[in-house]
């Protein structure tokens, strides 16, 4: 299976929250991260969590990691338009980077 | 602050074709990778260079594929010969000191490859 699995889609309307779910397979990772991909371009990197914390905010986001079950999720308070884009979570496994398949988040106006 | 340059952005070959892609990193980044990505699917490693130096190559079809930072500043990405499974977009990066600290990669917007 693949190593960082999320789900494909979100829709939600602009205002709410947004929650996208990752989990990964190497509980020896020391970071784990999200990058967002906006159409025609190449990834940014929104945030990251070192693998001893459970929780981190920053500004409208917040991440929390389960490291028991090895779960990773970004929360997006007041989503707006501009947040509509493709969200990767990736792991670091022997100093690289895994990414999953990405979650498209779609937001209606 | 430039960020990281690629070129093309888009190219369309014949299977059975060659093509190559430029990368210039952010200034002072030593590290570079390149990535590809398939529709549908997140960013994998082809390879990552230190300097001019390669670290890791072990996901580079090596009988397609080449890549090389002479100079370790820019850095080349070529296919030959091209197949249709090729087709995606080759993204490159570049950190100051390598995944595995903050993890911060900046990337380019990519060369979308085209394989008919």
């Known amino acids: 299976g693949e190593d960082v699995e999320q789900s494909l889609f979100l829709s939600v309307r602009e205002g709410d929250s947004s929650v996208i779910n990752c989990t990964y397979t190497?509980?020896?990772?020391?970071?784990l991260y999200w990058y967002k991909q906006e159409p025609g371009a190449g990834l940014q990197l929104l945030t990251y969590i070192f693998s001893n914390m459970d929780m981190k905010q920053d500004q409208r986001l917040t991440v929390l990691l389960n490291k028991k079950d090895k779960h990773l999720s970004l929360r997006i308070a007041d989503t707006q338009t501009g947040d509509s884009a493709i969200y990767f979570c990736a792991e670091s496994k022997a100093g690289q980077l895994t990414f999953g398949k990405g979650t498209k988040l779609s937001v209606i106006p | 602050e430039a960020g990281v340059a690629q070129s093309p952005r888009y190219k369309i070959i014949e299977k059975r074709q060659s093509v190559a892609f430029w990368c210039n990193p952010i200034s002072g980044h030593a590290t570079l990778y390149w990535y590809q990505q398939i529709l549908g699917q997140g960013p994998k490693l082809l390879i990552q260079?230190?300097?001019?130096?390669?670290?890791?190559d072990s996901q580079l079809p090596k009988d397609r594929f080449s890549a090389e930072r002479l100079k370790g500043v820019d850095s080349t990405l070529k296919i030959q010969p091209a197949k249709l499974e090729d087709s995606a977009v080759y993204l490159c990066?570049?950190?100051?000191?390598?995944?595995?600290?903050?993890?911060?990669?900046?990337f380019g917007e990519g060369s979308r490859l085209t394989v008919l």
């Open positions: 190497d509980s020896s990772s020391t970071y």
């Open positions: 990066a570049s950190s100051l000191r390598g995944q595995g600290i903050t993890g911060e990669l900046f």
């Open positions: 260079f230190q300097n001019n130096g390669v670290v890791d």
